[in-house]
């Protein structure tokens, strides 16, 4: 018989702790994504804002560029995403971020729609005249001799105005 008591530790080991913890990361890897689905109204809201962001740098733009809007002269996506992606001069040559007094006025990308998730532009003749169409390759319609954008989405908002004549 031992004169020493014996004591019995009551609660969890430090590895016991560190496995559970690592379990429930798991687990939050797995199922966070499926709960975080964006909800129509989300993308609504998502899709105004970017808009009004996406018009505010291109009304900026014009008024560094003595009115004119980016590729006003071009039908070419690319030469829009130079000019509001790079910087500028008042002519609207564009060179390296830093290297011309104007611009960028997006950092690395264009925002995205949240409906096709497309960050590219289609430049058109008259944006009201285009049809949306969700098709994921392009998402955003631009006519350079209005300065006019509109997201492309076949979505309604709640009100049920067409999101692409916001």
């Not at 071009?74 to 830093?98: C, H, I, N, T, W």
């Not at 997201?151 to 105005?161: I, K, M, P, V």
């Amino acid at each position: 018989m031992s004169l020493v008591p014996s004591r019995r530790h009551r609660g969890f080991t430090l590895v016991e702790v560190l496995m559970f913890t690592a379990i429930l990361g798991v687990l939050a890897v797995g199922i966070l994504p499926q709960v975080a689905i964006q909800t129509p109204d989300d993308l609504e809201k998502i899709a105004r804002t970017r808009l009004r962001v996406f018009r505010q740098q291109i009304q900026l733009y014009a008024q560094e560029h003595n009115g004119k809007y980016p590729a006003q002269d071009s039908r070419d996506s690319r030469d829009f995403e130079d000019a509001l992606l790079y910087s500028s001069d008042e002519d609207g040559k564009v060179g390296s971020v830093g290297t011309k007094p104007f611009g960028p006025y997006f950092i690395q990308h264009l925002p995205a729609n949240p409906y096709t998730n497309s960050t590219r532009v289609k430049v058109v003749s008259d944006v009201d005249a285009v049809r949306s169409d969700d098709n994921p390759l392009y998402g955003w319609f631009y006519d350079p001799t209005t300065g006019r954008i509109k997201a492309n989405t076949t979505a309604t908002a709640e009100n049920g105005t067409p999101i692409d004549e916001y």
